[in-house]
């Protein structure tokens, strides 16, 4: 069954420390991106990448760095820079970079401060 | 300022009645817009995608208009049941450097 596999389902930081979201999918799709959720928000984006060893900062990149050294993969780096990191992270994926394609979403990674 | 706003953050309808969802945007000029749907801790789910030179667009009991004079789109689920209750997104394209912005979400209850 072809999917977004997004881990762990909750993680926890500690101050200073930084912390990775795994994101995988095997949908053999090319553009894969990243969203925070805040409550009573849209999704804002992070960093999205349209082809392996590219990728694009979005609206909020400012504390985070991604890499996509693989087309099925893609995880996002929390950095110790970023002050208020507390969110749920979405992870999804597109057949190609373009503004007609449904985009297919991974069920989360909800992080917290300890 | 660009904005997309979606009519109420929580929407309770009775069991078997029409529901009626809102998404307006401001400053934008795009030429797709989606819906989502979202349960509690999961992803969102891709519903429908409806085209600026379409006015309406159906699927089993969903269906979306979109009007761009406007500046809204709305969606309707028909004979609503308990397990239409979920968030409901809508999402559309702009040219300012994103792929897509998506609205803050409706969150619907369908009361038995």
């Known amino acids: 069954d072809g999917g977004i596999t997004q881990s762990p389902k909750y993680l926890f930081r500690k101050e200073g420390q930084n912390v990775t979201l795994s994101c995988e999918q095997n949908l053999n799709h090319d553009a894969m991106y990243w969203y925070r959720q805040d409550p009573g928000q849209g999704l804002r984006l992070i960093y999205y990448?349209?082809?392996?060893?590219?990728?694009q900062k979005g609206d909020i990149a400012e504390g985070y760095s991604v890499s996509r050294e693989k087309k099925e993969s893609f995880p996002l780096t929390v950095t110790s820079a970023q002050k208020n990191p507390t969110a749920f992270y979405l992870c999804?994926?597109?057949?190609?970079?373009?503004?007609?394609?449904?985009?297919?979403f991974g069920d989360g990674t909800r992080l917290s401060i300890l | 300022s660009q904005k997309i706003e979606q009519n109420s953050e929580a929407l309770n309808i009775q069991e078997g009645k029409t529901a009626t969802l809102t998404c307006n945007y401001t400053?934008?000029?795009?030429?797709?817009l989606q819906w989502y749907r979202q349960d509690p801790g999961r992803g969102p789910v891709f519903l429908l995608l409806?085209?600026?030179?379409?006015k309406e667009k159906r699927k089993e009991r969903l269906k979306v208009t979109f009007d761009t004079t406007l500046k809204q789109s709305l969606f309707h689920i028909t004979a609503s049941q308990p397990a239409d209750s979920a968030t409901y997104l809508c999402a559309l394209d702009t040219i300012y450097g994103q792929n897509f912005v998506f609205g803050p979400g409706t969150r619907l209850s369908v009361l038995p």
């Open positions: 999804a994926s597109s057949i190609q970079d373009s503004i007609n394609q449904p985009q297919h």
């Open positions: 990448s349209q082809i392996v060893n590219d990728f």
């Open positions: 409806i085209r600026e030179n379409e």
């Open positions: 400053n934008y000029s795009p030429a797709y």
